[in-house]
């Protein structure tokens, strides 16, 4: 069955770094548009970004665009996403999740798989 496993959050200060990354198995991997979502205390889960199954283009939510970067290898089944310039209001949990359905475009992708989540934690 299809698994996504995330990995990579922690505690970073404001400004600082983190990359998660997110290993997918039971499938063929470089079929499939993939994204990042969160959820914040008390908040509605929301997407952080999206990445074609060929890799471009990808789509960011305007609270991240610039500092955000989603990418893939699809050697390695995973997909990454490095955070720069992190900020206390981008704590959360963060989760990768895959569609059912092979490629297609990211904007009409419904998301059907979903990892564990990790968490994010940016102190002031």
């Known amino acids: 069955q299809v698994q996504l496993v995330e990995s990579g959050g922690g505690l970073v200060q404001a400004g600082g770094s983190l990359r998660l990354s997110c290993a997918v198995s039971?499938?063929?991997?470089?079929?499939?548009?993939m994204a990042w979502f969160r959820q914040a205390p008390g908040k509605e889960r929301e997407l952080v970004a999206a990445?074609?199954?060929?890799?471009?283009?990808?789509t960011y939510a305007e609270s991240v665009k610039g500092r955000f970067t989603i990418s893939r290898d699809n050697a390695k089944n995973t997909m990454y996403l490095q955070m720069n310039s992190l900020k206390p209001e981008d704590t959360a949990v963060y989760y990768c999740?895959?569609?059912?359905?092979?490629?297609?475009?990211?904007?009409?992708?419904?998301?059907?798989?979903w990892g564990q989540g990790t968490q994010v934690t940016v102190s002031s």
């Open positions: 999740a895959a569609p059912r359905v092979p490629r297609g475009t990211i904007e009409n992708a419904n998301y059907d798989f």
């Open positions: 039971g499938r063929t991997f470089s079929m499939y548009n």
């Open positions: 990445i074609s199954w060929s890799a471009r283009p990808s």
